[in-house]
């Protein structure tokens, strides 16, 4: 990754940060290739370094591409930025506010998201591991026989995890959702300790090698339920179509939010279009109704339209696309499971 670090730095450099300050994980593994399994604090200067834990120490000088040094105490961490000459830190927004507190009377601080802005855009590599996750995930979930599956929706929740694991994943990427019955109008319903009931909704991801996927399937029996399914089918399918380098990703949110709208359901569209995902399962950008990013080559970005009637059921249909020229569907899963 070292030339997003370049970048990260040219882009400090414009906005006259001398440093920056990150301790989310995922930021740290996307800099480092070190993921902590406990706390760190990754300094990305003119010569980054890692302050990691005792617990870490091991780990991360086995695989960070960055020096690492054993954390003593932020007061000493301070102390070195301070001697270094350092008096304009960036930190993550995610920072939590005691560790602010800690800076702000040393440092002039910036809340910045430079890493964010580097991890829209995926690598070859990454968008490999990202359909790696995606082909364990679709696998698993084809291997669970469903349809004729007489478990509890919390036990089908676990094989799948299970099965997953079992074909290459390194765990799942969210909690797995397995809804039925009028439970499947709520977008993160959780499986509960009864039979299946109809529809059946299932929102899945594995994770490999620190990369996740995500893909939803509802199953539907009655007319009632194959006519929403239709209509958000539909919009899954037009917006992804829509997909194309230099169009916004509000614009790709009113292809699916229009059509689901024009058959009289918009208010039931509870939800953003999708979101981009990689090392977390939401990334930026996403397809909704206040992204104005503009889609580039290599964003990796989920389409997930979907129907909730409350207290009846709920329909949502969700693929992974990598874009390129144009939006290519990640994985082979059919959309209709019959």
Known sequence: MDSHLDNILKDMDEDDIQAYLLTKFTNVEYISNYKPTSFAFCIIKENPIIYAS????????????????????????????????????????????????????????????????????????????????????????????????????????????????????????????????????????IPEAKQLEKPILIDWGAIFEGYCSDNTRTMVYTEAQHEIWDIVAEAHDKAIKAIRPGLKCIEVDKVARDIITDYGYGDRFIHSTGHSLGLDIHETPGFSIRDETVIEEGMVI?????????????????????????????????LMID
């Open 54 to 189: 005792s617990m870490d120490m091991e780990i991360a000088k086995n695989n960070s591409t960055i020096e690492v040094k054993e954390y003593e105490s932020f007061e000493v961490m301070l102390r070195e930025l301070k001697e270094e000459g350092i008096s304009s830190l960036a930190i993550e927004p995610t920072l939590p506010f005691s560790s602010y507190e800690k800076l702000r009377d040393d440092f002039t601080i910036t809340s910045k998201t430079y890493v964010d802005k580097q991890r829209m855009i995926k690598t070859p590599q990454e968008i490999e591991k990202i359909t790696k996750a995606t082909e364990i995930a679709q696998k698993s979930f084809l291997q669970l026989d469903i349809l004729n599956n007489q478990n509890t929706e919390k036990e089908i929740a676990f094989d799948l995890v299970r099965l997953m694991i079992e074909n290459g994943a390194d765990k799942e990427s969210f909690d797995t959702i397995v809804t039925s019955g009028a439970s499947s109008s709520l977008p993160h319903a």
């Open 302 to 334: 989920t389409v997930e339209p979907g129907i909730y009637l409350e207290g009846e059921f709920g329909v949502r249909l969700e693929d992974t696309v990598a874009i390129y020229k144009k939006a290519n569907v990640i994985g082979d899963l059919p």
